[in-house]
């Protein structure tokens, strides 16, 4: 029988499971190996059917009401002739009763390596493709990986490689290696198995055994039929509608980004000791379009005459700010959609996050409007944007320079905790900034869409609770990543945390395993803080790719070594010994008895003569041993050896100018750290730090957040090399 | 047999490994419940045992050089008769040939869950008991717990609840949770066993079946015999005389660390621009007793008399510095005999540390001279004693209040940055502190003991890279955290952090799950860092014990509730929802609409007005439902909402005065964070630190640091009453 037909078949009976062997059958179909088997209605028939198939074999009870099979004594192994074959029939039809439908005759496949693989849905991700350790120890053990379907051949290998159980698929206690071009099958054919059956909700195989020989073949499976997350993408609309249909929406982002005219309905004098609201802060900020004050209770705010609704206003505008309490969202989304206003940013929260009643019926209730409308919502629950050039910003203050970092966060307050530290810490600007909550109609995939055609923007940041449409997400990033890194912070990563994002955006913010599964898949680099994200924006701003993990660090101070070595070996870097012959060259720069040659290289005497230091980098970066050089500024000490912070100084120009030509295409980062705050010394922090960063050198404050941020641009620059072969 | 019998078999036939059947006997022994099994010469021999034992049953073949048994298809398992047995018997014969001595006849154990157990000998701790899943997946899953040897009941289930695999333990698919009984009698009976039996090196249970009845049995055993690590434990000293020498080595510590007379060998000027040396060091400080320069080519520096050797001394000196070459270390020591001084601080560095065959042997050279003249030594390569209140001080800065935390640092650069951070980030000063380099005499454990009978110190910290005597630390650990709380920084944990820090101090590091049992054993706390150190230090300075790791979050700021739900996930703290009874208690006292009350509490209104700050605590320490409340200060916001500093020192002070009331016996922490680094904001935040340490409430940047403190706190107070118990 084809597929549809055992589907139908089981649809017809009103099953949400297929038998055993219809499971199999379709598996067999997809190019999953599985094991040999007929069906046989009675004990004889059994007998005769295990004599064909050859011994030993498994015999089972078959019937839809039999559950627990192994419990009940309905599976019985390993029988090694037609005899035994016929006393198990017997047995098991006493054990089953009238439940008792046949039975399933299968050749014994032997094998210590028991696996399961199967599909499950995630409700942002759709059809998931699972891997693991099977047997006894699958709940126990629960070493798993995932991939998001579809899936290519190197996800599947890399799926295989992250369990920690992978020792067992290779050559193992005398046993050979599992055939991979078999394991890729079943991986392959689960894939495409989940897309291109809709109706198939999972697919569970348990076991899928590994015999002796290495022969892979599921011998168990279960598929259960239902809703399986990819129904929207079955939409009718074809490639170039719904190219055209992001066309429309990026021009509408790209008209409020870049708005000439504003509408702020629900615009108030600013008060005192408070948020002034989102007509003051647009106004601070020196925004030099024609903004229009809504609000049919005053005559003027601030000099300029408002207006009772968006219908009496001169223009159209390009984009309406909607600031009322939530019970007028909806008349404000009416005078919209009656004005021809179609872009909109609604402030305004106490939606879906509030988990209540009357605040999701209220969101139900807008989204309806929005879509019959055609509205374009930018929110509600949040700040909306800030774009420096456009001189739009919804809160108090930010750098009022451009930069090359775009930033798609959920939350308003993360977006301007991270544009304020991004700007003020390491210097680093933005070209647009869109916070978007509750994501009534436009979502995180929208403003994706609209950086990546974005020219000024050439890294993106995002913090994502959750998303509506993951596997476009999951799409687009991919394609984006290839070409303007991502950097995400994940909210709700933990559980109680998915609790809190529920609450805080109404979305629903999905396990950590399924996006570790979505980082490997696009190559985006997940982080853990916003510091984190500011930290590793700020090392793709300056060093783009690097060649490797492996790390030298140069520096003075004690008790380093062992430190900076168990921070590089917690994130993943290398830190390797030196050659005897680089050893040797250092050896020839840094003299003094009792300084050690190793690395960390310990270059108290470099520091005291910065020629030094060059000749220090130039031996490192030319022996073709390391990938980065971490230069390692205990300020504490270094003040010590040199008193005055001006010597701080004459360092970091040093390196921003001779330095740098020394490292080669080596990437240069520096680090500092202080231990006692010391004011003469703290000083000139600052000031050491924008000489770096202006000469394009990273720098961090602490080891560890270095070591973070090259270990996350070794991640991507990993996968980025994976990506275009 | 008796176990000395059939070792000394063993030993007289000059072999290393028992056989299976010795090895089980002596298991059995110790109540380790083994398999029934007997030996038999010729198959027609086995044939009667397995008539006797009853079938089914195993047959192994037997012979002192067969290995890898299971490939040579030497086992045979699951035989029903005696047929069955008679066949394989000769099969066996066939296939092992010459080498075959024999069979040994057990019966069949039935069990699909198989674990290991065992003893393996590590370099600092001796024996230590492992307990995991075993089977075919003990390499490839490495799901094992540790214990270092002796075991204590709830040491034994610790390890039990430490495994991924428990599960496998309780009721499971069908079959019988395992009989704890029987598991708890295998892993006391391990420990037993490598306690009495210093001449076994390695037991290896393999497998270690539990059976479908929940019975447990060693199946398979090896015992390898050896050095086991306890040798230096079975020295013929009394315990009186043990206590003897621990109280002079503890009088000899007392003497140094209260030194009213000291001289420095290598006394020198001090140099501009360079580390000033020791002698000027402790003169900067104002050491007010007598001390003497040693030094043959000058007649006096900074103004006092030198003296060319310790012989010309006037007096017998409490403390001996050594800072010279270290080839002229070993004459050094030679003078402190001579001259009847026994106290040293050896400074100088070079030995052992550098890995270099020239260190190393010089190293040999000066403990030899040292142990033969029964001098008292700290070093050498370290900075020896930090002693505000006798001014004594090897470094160039240091606060010179006394306080309650003694610090014991192998390393002298993490002394001075600890030290440094904890008086000026933290206001807490130091009672004792000590580096203690390469440990030649005096190690970790001396300095341990006396500061077990130092009243002046309440918390004691360590960073530590190896140890002599790991067993001791442990006992000595155990006792002493049980009074006064032990923060430990492991480094060399990583492994190439133990490679960095055998070439720092010299010291062989441990592996990270050894390093983990210590900690679970001795209630000593590991931190990851200088900075985590100095964190929860402060934690156990101003908290003491908490409850619980339940916590409540109140503050102001958006975005926060996602992050640090996540923050707590990570480190183990519950962030619990609020009853419906007390979220309508906080309803009454925060109204405003929009705001919803949820963990966190976002306390806006609270936050513009302070008696509502109170409230609320009252309502959140009343409801039994938390154990830790922390007050999140987003300065950013803070500033907004109120603008000027001036107001977040009102809040400090109100939470030292007002605020501590109204949580009643729950802990208090405060957070702060800031993202722009706002001038006006940043010199506010050196005040509001400063008021709230003075109130005894914690301050920290960020929240992750506060979760990590109060998560490590709750571990202690978890430990606590464990041993309470």
Same mark, same amino acid.
């Given at each position: 029988?084809?597929?549809?037909?055992?589907?139908?078949?089981?649809?017809?009976?009103?099953?949400?499971?297929?038998?055993?062997?219809?499971?199999?059958?379709?598996?067999?179909?997809?190019?999953?190996?599985?094991?040999?088997?007929?069906?046989?209605? %009675? *004990?004889?028939?059994?007998?005769?059917?295990?004599?064909?198939?050859? /011994?030993?074999?498994?015999?089972?009870?078959?019937? @839809?009401?039999?559950?627990?099979?192994?419990?009940?004594?309905? #599976?019985?192994?390993?029988?090694?002739?037609?005899?035994?074959?016929?006393?198990?029939?017997?047995?098991?039809?006493?054990?089953?009763?009238?439940?008792?439908?046949?039975?399933?005759?299968?050749?014994?496949?032997?094998?210590?390596?028991?696996?399961?693989?199967?599909?499950?849905? $995630?409700?942002?991700?759709?059809?998931? &493709?699972?891997?693991?350790?099977?047997?006894?120890?699958?709940?126990? &053990?629960?070493?798993?990986?995932?991939?998001?379907?579809?899936?290519?051949?190197?996800?599947?290998?890399?799926?295989?490689?992250?369990?920690?159980?992978?020792?067992?698929?290779?050559?193992?206690?005398?046993?050979?290696?599992?055939?991979?071009?078999?394991?890729?099958?079943?991986?392959?054919?689960?894939?495409?198995?989940?897309?291109?059956?809709?109706?198939?909700?999972?697919?569970?195989?348990?076991?899928?055994?590994?015999?002796?020989?290495?022969?892979?073949?599921?011998?168990?499976?279960?598929?259960?039929?239902?809703?399986?997350?990819?129904?929207?993408?079955?939409?009718?609309?074809?490639?170039?509608?719904?190219?055209?249909?992001?066309?429309?929406?990026?021009?509408?982002?790209?008209?409020?980004?870049?708005?000439?005219?504003?509408?702020?309905? +629900?615009?108030?004098?600013?008060?005192?000791?408070?948020?002034?609201?989102?007509?003051?802060?647009?106004?601070?900020?020196?925004?030099?379009?024609?903004?229009?004050?809504?609000? *049919?209770?005053?005559?003027?705010?601030?000099?300029?005459?408002?207006?009772?609704?968006?219908? @009496?206003?001169?223009?159209?505008?390009?984009?309406?700010?909607?600031?009322?309490?939530?019970?007028?969202?909806?008349?404000?989304?009416? $005078?919209?959609?009656?004005?021809?206003?179609?872009?909109?940013?609604?402030?305004?929260?106490?939606?879906?996050?509030?988990?209540?009643?009357?605040?999701?019926?209220?969101?139900?209730?807008?989204?309806?409007?929005?879509?019959?409308?055609?509205?374009?919502?930018?929110?509600?629950?949040?700040?909306?944007? /800030?774009?420096?050039?456009?001189?739009?910003?919804?809160?108090?203050?930010?750098?009022?320079?451009?930069?090359?970092?775009?930033?798609?966060?959920?939350?308003?307050?993360?977006?301007? $905790?991270?544009?304020? /530290?991004?700007?003020?810490?390491?210097?680093?600007?933005?070209?647009?900034?869109?916070?978007?909550?509750?994501?009534?109609?436009?979502?995180?995939?929208?403003?994706?869409?609209?950086?990546?055609?974005?020219?000024? %923007?050439?890294?993106?940041?995002?913090?994502?609770?959750?998303?509506?449409?993951?596997?476009?997400?999951?799409?687009?990033?991919?394609?984006?990543?290839?070409?303007?890194?991502?950097?995400?912070?994940?909210?709700?990563? %933990?559980?109680? +945390?998915?609790?809190?994002?529920?609450?805080?955006?109404?979305?629903?913010?999905?396990?950590?395993?399924?996006?570790?599964?979505?980082?490997?898949?696009?190559?985006?680099?997940?982080?853990?803080?916003?510091?984190?994200?500011? +930290? #590793?924006?700020?090392?793709?701003?300056?060093?783009?790719?690097?060649?490797?993990?492996?790390?030298?660090?140069?520096? #003075?101070?004690?008790?380093?070594?062992?430190?900076?070595?168990?921070?590089?070996?917690?994130?993943?870097?290398?830190?390797?010994?030196?050659?005897?012959?680089?050893?040797?060259?250092?050896?020839? &720069?840094?003299?003094?008895?009792?300084?050690?040659?190793?690395?960390?290289?310990?270059?108290?005497?470099?520091?005291?003569?910065?020629?030094?230091?060059?000749?220090?980098?130039?031996?490192?970066?030319?022996? +073709?041993?390391? $990938?980065?050089?971490?230069?390692?500024?205990?300020?504490?000490?270094?003040?010590?050896?040199?008193?005055?912070?001006?010597?701080?100084?004459?360092?970091?120009?040093?390196?921003?100018?001779?330095?740098?030509?020394?490292?080669?295409?080596? @990437?240069?980062?520096?680090?500092?750290?202080?231990?006692?705050?010391?004011?003469?010394?703290?000083?000139?922090?600052?000031?050491?730090?924008?000489?770096?960063?202006?000469?394009?050198? *990273?720098?961090?404050?602490?080891? @560890?957040?270095?070591?973070?941020?090259?270990?996350?641009?070794?991640?991507?620059?990993?996968?980025?090399?994976?990506?275009?072969?």
């Amino acid at each position: 029988m084809e597929v549809e037909e055992i589907v139908g078949k089981a649809k017809t009976e009103m099953r949400s499971a297929l038998t055993e062997a219809e499971s199999k059958q379709i598996l067999a179909r997809y190019g999953i190996p599985t094991v040999e088997e007929s069906a046989a209605l %009675t *004990p004889e028939e059994a007998t005769q059917m295990a004599d064909e198939l050859g /011994y030993p074999v498994v015999l089972k009870g078959l019937g @839809s009401k039999l559950m627990h099979k192994t419990e009940q004594g309905l #599976v019985r192994l390993n029988l090694s002739n037609g005899a035994e074959v016929m006393e198990a029939a017997k047995f098991i039809r006493k054990a089953a009763g009238d439940d008792l439908e046949g039975y399933l005759v299968q050749k014994m496949i032997e094998g210590h390596r028991e696996f399961v693989a199967g599909v499950f849905q $995630d409700a942002q991700f759709g059809p998931v &493709i699972m891997f693991g350790l099977g047997g006894i120890f699958t709940e126990a &053990i629960a070493d798993v990986s995932f991939c998001i379907a579809p899936l290519e051949e190197n996800h599947a290998w890399q799926m295989i490689d992250e369990l920690k159980s992978r020792k067992l698929l290779g050559a193992f206690r005398g046993e050979s290696a599992a055939d991979t071009n078999k394991l890729l099958k079943v991986l392959m054919g689960l894939s495409r198995l989940s897309m291109e059956h809709p109706e198939i909700k999972e697919v569970d195989i348990n076991p899928l055994i590994i015999s002796p020989d290495g022969n892979v073949t599921a011998v168990d499976a279960l598929i259960v039929l239902g809703e399986n997350g990819l129904a929207h993408e079955r939409e009718t609309l074809s490639g170039d509608e719904i190219e055209l249909r992001a066309a429309e929406i990026r021009s509408a982002i790209d008209a409020m980004v870049y708005a000439q005219s504003v509408a702020v309905i +629900g615009a108030t004098e600013a008060r005192q000791g408070q948020y002034p609201g989102i007509f003051s802060c647009m106004r601070n900020f020196g925004f030099p379009g024609r903004i229009y004050p809504i609000n *049919p209770y005053i005559d003027a705010i601030d000099g300029l005459k408002t207006y009772p609704d968006l219908v @009496s206003l001169p223009e159209r505008v390009d984009l309406v700010i909607v600031s009322v309490p939530r019970t007028l969202v909806p008349g404000a989304l009416r $005078d919209c959609i009656a004005s021809g206003n179609r872009n909109v940013h609604i402030f305004t929260s106490g939606f879906k996050e509030t988990g209540e009643k009357e605040g999701v019926e209220l969101q139900q209730e807008i989204e309806k409007i929005a879509c019959e409308g055609g509205l374009r919502i930018v929110g509600p629950n949040c700040m909306g944007f /800030y774009v420096p050039a456009s001189r739009m910003l919804t809160w108090l203050k930010a750098s009022t320079k451009s930069g090359p970092v775009s930033l798609i966060s959920q939350s308003g307050g993360n977006a301007q $905790d991270f544009t304020h /530290y991004t700007s003020s810490k390491y210097g680093i600007h933005f070209s647009k900034v869109v916070s978007y909550g509750n994501a009534l109609t436009l979502d995180s995939t929208d403003f994706l869409d609209y950086l990546d055609h974005d020219e000024e %923007t050439k890294i993106i940041a995002m913090y994502l609770e959750g998303v509506k449409d993951g596997r476009l997400l999951l799409k687009l990033a991919r394609k984006v990543n290839s070409r303007k890194p991502i950097i995400m912070l994940k909210g709700g990563l %933990t559980e109680s +945390g998915a609790r809190a994002a529920s609450s805080h955006t109404g979305s629903m913010a999905g396990g950590m395993k399924v996006w570790n599964a979505f980082s490997r898949q696009s190559g985006v680099v997940l982080v853990e803080s916003v510091e984190q994200m500011a +930290g #590793v924006t700020l090392a793709f701003h300056h060093l783009g790719k690097i060649s490797g993990r492996r790390v030298a660090v140069l520096g #003075v101070g004690g008790g380093m070594g062992v430190a900076i070595a168990d921070a590089c070996a917690r994130v993943g870097l290398e830190l390797p010994a030196l050659s005897a012959e680089t050893v040797k060259k250092l050896r020839n &720069i840094i003299s003094p008895a009792g300084t050690m040659i190793r690395n960390p290289v310990d270059a108290y005497e470099a520091f005291q003569n910065l020629n030094l230091i060059g000749k220090t980098l130039d031996v490192l970066s030319a022996n +073709g041993e390391i $990938d980065n050089i971490v230069i390692w500024m205990h300020l504490d000490w270094l003040y010590i050896y040199k008193v005055g912070g001006a010597y701080l100084e004459e360092i970091a120009r040093y390196l921003i100018s001779e330095g740098r030509k020394h490292v080669r295409d080596k @990437s240069l980062v520096v680090v500092w750290k202080q231990y006692e705050p010391n004011p003469e010394i703290s000083k000139w922090i600052s000031v050491v730090e924008k000489i770096l960063l202006s000469g394009g050198i *990273p720098v961090y404050e602490d080891f @560890s957040n270095a070591a973070s941020a090259l270990s996350k641009l070794a991640e991507y620059s990993g996968w980025l090399k994976l990506y275009r072969n």
